[in-house]
């Protein structure tokens, strides 16, 4: 049972370069989160899916798309990065949207961008 | 007005003290409380949560919830080295769509 895990766990791009973030869990939980982390701004919410099918915007979801391609995996992607996009990316699941909204990390992805 | 809110600290306690980690936040309607632990480079760990009224212990660690106050806080009894590390306190506001994470409390245990 590996939980929640990303794919790259580290990244450099040039701005205007474009690439996908990927995460996948093995929990069966329905709802995914795309979260951003930089220094004294705490974790941010990019984008979420309660389930699969679907998707809404976070807090900060400017310059970024996801996919819900089943209920294990949430892609998310950059068209055209930007150096204001370096940060480190949290993948997170929880069982359900709602008050019992348990959320499980995966291990981060460190973006560069230059 | 930040949602969520947790001095940066850092805070710093001998080994076998209990450490204190504060978090106040601004949603009245709030429903569910969280506690998070994140060694340097690693992913936000789940440690604690909370929904009602009071306190709720599970090993070293008692989280304490005030809805009245709007206030949550975290206690670490007999604190070891092995729990330095920054904790973030989230909370889900009204709408449950979505957690509210505090930028969280560098906690600094030596021995």
């Known amino acids: 049972n590996a939980g929640v895990t990303q794919t790259p766990k580290f990244q450099v791009l040039k701005t205007g370069q474009s690439m996908t973030l990927q995460c996948a869990q093995d929990m069966n939980h329905n709802s995914m989160y795309w979260y951003r982390q930089d220094p004294g701004m705490g974790l941010r919410l990019i984008y979420y899916s309660a389930s699969e099918g679907t998707t809404d915007k976070g807090e900060v979801p400017n310059g970024y798309n996801v996919s819900r391609l089943n209920k294990r995996e949430f892609s998310l992607r950059l068209e055209s990065a930007a150096p204001s996009q370096t940060s480190v990316y949290f993948c997170?699941?929880?069982?359900?949207?709602?008050?019992?909204?348990?959320?499980?990390f995966g291990p981060g992805t460190r973006l560069t961008v230059l | 007005q930040k949602e969520v809110e947790q001095n940066s600290g850092p805070l710093s306690v001998p080994e076998g003290a209990i450490a204190s980690l504060n978090c106040t936040y601004s949603d009245r309607g709030s429903q569910s409380f969280f506690w998070y632990r994140q060694y340097s480079g690693k992913s936000p760990e789940l440690i604690m949560f909370?929904?009602?009224?009071g306190d709720k212990e599970d090993g070293r660690f008692t989280a304490q919830l005030n809805k009245a106050s709007q206030y949550v806080s975290l206690l670490i009894r007999d604190s070891q080295p092995s729990d330095s590390a920054t904790y973030l306190c989230a909370v889900t506001p009204t709408g449950f769509q979505k957690l509210v994470f505090g930028t969280g409390t560098r906690l600094l245990v030596s021995p």
């Open positions: 997170a699941s929880s069982e359900q949207q709602g008050r019992y909204n348990e959320q499980f």
């Open positions: 909370i929904y009602s009224n």
